[in-house]
């Protein structure tokens, strides 16, 4: 409950008085009930926190799949010199995918460790999220969505692939012959990428990135016919879903801020976190996906080789570890032999779909929609290259502890303000856990973010536009270099130990949902600290944050979780940071490029403050 002042003291800071009478009249009343009822709950399942964090995290959620949950990922792209060997290079992922699904299948995987609290031992990781990316699926509900843990023994043997919007179940495993061959796979995929384009496929792809509620009222639509169900079953079944994208996003998904840096020919950063994230919308390649299904490989026309999946499945630290250790073993590959021995499967089988008038309405109302979720995304991508995390370990300092700071110093220079801030903390060290929320709002952070914007007019005039009354003008403490040091320290040993407290299992965000879910379950009224306007504003997560370690340089990326907020996904790598900042135009306040160019500005600043610190 103290912990939970705290941030009411720093975001919500009009509340502050009126909270405390809240959290005495809980601790004095029913909090101490609801606490012994999450006691009682955890003798009886293995997390008591996962199931319900999962519906209030993801399934209970309205939004569309695209942008705001499924996260993207661009990696280095691929070089093709005809279109037989971009088929070679997927029917070798998909081989490699295989190996990796028979792994799984067979609890195969090495336990992954990390240290223990007390640093003296290596702590076993849940391994869970590992073991059920392949076997999930989420079906969309009309009062909240359902997440299908596929039976191995009916699902898996086929995958999907998606081209020209149009998609064909391929077999890869057949119960008279088992697996079929990496040129039987080739052979297979060639014939899907030589299929011409058809004006008239309806892009019965685009209707998963509707609202859940609406996309859950069209499927009941789609079911009606007979070999809509099929087709859904198949989908629905599938290992994976590959996308064969015969198209690239034009120029005007580019950011001018990353005019110099290319990814692939003329398209930057920013383009292809797009073409991972929405694939341009249903004018380009948006509606070549089926978002519900957890992995979606992307193959471009350009050689982008990339991935979107839906997040309810698992972290990304799971997924992309794969992801990448499968690539890597592709690449180490030798190039294929020529000769190719003819295969007598049947052609891969194209979903044909029985569509209504009203389902025709459907895919136009989710195109629109779509579309103009799309048009609001505005993404930046900075490659920050001034020093890397060995600059950082020297100075002592968490490299993840920085970065949050340097977030939150960029948010008050440009905003005059901190806000409720998400960062993702793994909690493998619990069977079936998940993530809890390291919150970086502070008030030593918010101290320190001062200190350094004294004098900063810009910063003076966003304080200004906060205060209450016109008239009102912020005074200004002049501040010195030392003073400055102290406070930054401060700041570093608050995040440190909100840090090391939530990855320990020591987080306020899972403990407040379970206090939250067990009043709501015993029918009793809610506690009035649940129902306070400040708990909504605590909750309203203006900044959402992720450390993305990928093995090597990517570009990875998510929406803003609120219309006025900021999403923020940074890689640290040895050579430098990747920050993938995201914004919705329609805000007006937020801007992804004044962000980026701020937060650049920023970790300079903070440079500058720890050299001058050193040479005193």
């Given at each position: 409950m103290q912990k939970y002042l705290t941030q009411v003291e720093v975001v919500a800071p009009d509340h502050l008085e009126k909270n405390r009478t809240l959290?005495?009249?809980?601790?004095?009343?029913?909090?101490?009930?609801?606490?012994?009822?999450?006691?009682?709950?955890?003798?009886?399942?293995?997390?008591?926190?996962?199931?319900?964090?999962?519906?209030?995290?993801?399934?209970?959620?309205?939004?569309?799949?695209?942008?705001?949950?499924?996260?993207?990922?661009?990696?280095?792209?691929?070089?093709?010199?005809?279109q037989k060997d971009a088929a070679v290079?997927?029917?070798?992922?998909?081989?490699?995918?295989?190996?990796?699904?028979?792994?799984?299948?067979?609890?195969?995987?090495?336990?992954?460790?990390?240290?223990?609290?007390?640093?003296?031992?290596?702590?076993?990781?849940?391994?869970?999220?590992?073991?059920?990316?392949?076997?999930i699926y989420r079906r969309p509900g009309t009062n909240g969505d359902e997440q299908l843990i596929l039976d191995r023994a009916t699902s898996g043997d086929h995958i999907i692939v998606a081209?020209?919007?149009?998609?064909?179940?391929?077999?890869?495993?057949?119960?008279?012959?088992?697996r079929i061959t990496e040129s039987e796979l080739v052979?297979?995929?060639?014939?899907?990428?030589?299929?011409?384009?058809?004006?008239?496929?309806?892009?019965?792809?685009?209707?998963?990135?509707?609202?859940?509620?609406?996309?859950?009222?069209?499927?009941?639509?789609?079911?009606?016919?007979?070999?809509?169900?099929?087709?859904?079953?198949l989908l629905e079944k599938c290992l994976c879903v590959v996308c064969v994208d015969d198209d690239v996003l034009p120029a005007t998904f580019n950011n001018p801020y990353n005019k110099e840096d290319r990814w692939i020919g003329d398209r930057d950063y920013a383009n292809v976190l797009h073409h991972a994230l929405h694939g341009g919308g249903s004018r380009h390649l948006g509606a070549n996906r089926w978002f519900d299904k957890t992995v979606h490989l992307i193959l471009g026309k350009d050689g982008l080789w990339g991935l979107t999946y839906e997040h309810s499945a698992g972290e990304a630290a799971s997924i992309?570890?794969?992801?990448?250790?499968?690539?890597?073993?592709?690449?180490?590959?030798?190039?294929?032999?020529?000769?190719?021995?003819?295969?007598?499967?049947?052609a891969p089988e194209k979903l044909t779909w029985q569509l209504s008038e009203q389902s025709l309405n459907d895919i136009r109302d989710a195109m629109t929609s779509f579309d103009a979720l799309v048009e609001d995304l505005d993404l930046c991508i900075l490659w920050f290259k001034?020093?890397?995390?060995?600059?950082?370990?020297?100075?002592?300092?968490?490299?993840?502890?920085?970065?949050?700071?340097?977030?939150?110093?960029?948010?008050f220079r440009l905003h005059g303000n901190l806000v409720a801030t998400y960062e993702s903390a793994g909690i493998r060290r619990f069977a079936f856990g998940r993530v809890d929320c390291i919150r970086a709002a502070s008030p030593e952070a918010l101290a320190w973010?001062?200190?350094?914007?004294?004098?900063?007019?810009?910063?003076?005039?966003?304080?200004?536009?906060?205060?209450?009354?016109?008239?009102?003008?912020?005074?200004?403490?002049?501040?010195?270099?030392?003073?400055?040091?102290?406070?930054?320290?401060?700041?570093?040993?608050?995040?440190?130990?909100?840090?090391?407290?939530?990855?320990?299992?020591?987080?306020?965000?899972?403990?407040?949902?379970?206090?939250?879910?067990?009043a709501k379950e015993t029918g009793e009224p809610m506690p009035e600290i649940f129902t306070n306007q400040a708990y909504e504003i605590v909750n309203h997560f203006a900044l959402s944050t992720s450390q993305v370690t990928t093995k090597n340089d990517a570009i990875v990326g998510y929406g803003p979780v609120v219309p006025d907020g900021y999403g923020c996904a940074y890689n640290i790598r040895n050579n430098g940071v990747i920050f993938s900042v995201s914004a919705f135009h329609g805000d007006g306040r937020t801007n992804a490029t004044r962000f980026a160019r701020t937060l650049e500005q920023s970790l300079r600043d903070m440079a500058a403050m720890l050299k001058q610190a050193g040479q005193r």
């Open positions: 959290v005495r009249a809980f601790l004095s009343g029913p909090g101490p009930k609801l606490q012994q009822r999450l006691l009682e709950r955890k003798q009886k399942v293995n997390n008591w926190a996962t199931a319900w964090w999962l519906n209030d995290m993801y399934l209970s959620i309205p939004l569309p799949l695209p942008i705001n949950v499924n996260p993207g990922l661009v990696t280095k792209p691929r070089t093709f010199s005809n290079f997927l029917a070798r992922f998909l081989t490699e995918l295989l190996n990796y699904q028979e792994l799984l299948d067979s609890c195969g995987l090495e336990v992954q460790r990390v240290k223990s609290k007390d640093g003296k031992s290596m702590q076993p990781l849940c391994m869970a999220q590992h073991y059920q990316m392949f076997r081209h020209h919007n149009q998609f064909y179940s391929v077999p890869v495993r057949a119960p008279d012959r088992g052979q297979q995929i060639l014939t899907i990428m030589e299929a011409k384009a058809d004006p008239r496929t309806p892009p019965v792809g685009v209707l998963t990135t509707a609202e859940r509620p609406v996309w859950a009222r069209a499927r009941e639509e789609l079911l009606k016919n007979e070999r809509n169900r099929h087709n859904l079953e992309f570890d794969a992801f990448e250790e499968l690539t890597a073993k592709v690449d180490a590959m030798p190039p294929p032999e020529e000769n190719t021995i003819p295969s007598h499967l049947p001034d020093y890397s995390k060995e600059f950082i370990k020297s100075c002592k300092i968490s490299p993840d502890v920085y970065i949050q700071l340097a977030l939150q110093f960029t948010h973010a001062k200190a350094m914007c004294q004098g900063d007019p810009e910063t003076t005039n966003q304080q200004n536009s906060n205060s209450d009354e016109g008239t009102k003008r912020v005074q200004f403490t002049i501040y010195s270099q030392e003073r400055i040091k102290e406070l930054f320290d401060l700041a570093v040993q608050r995040q440190t130990k909100e840090m090391n407290d939530n990855i320990t299992g020591q987080g306020i965000d899972n403990h407040l949902m379970g206090l939250r879910y067990t």
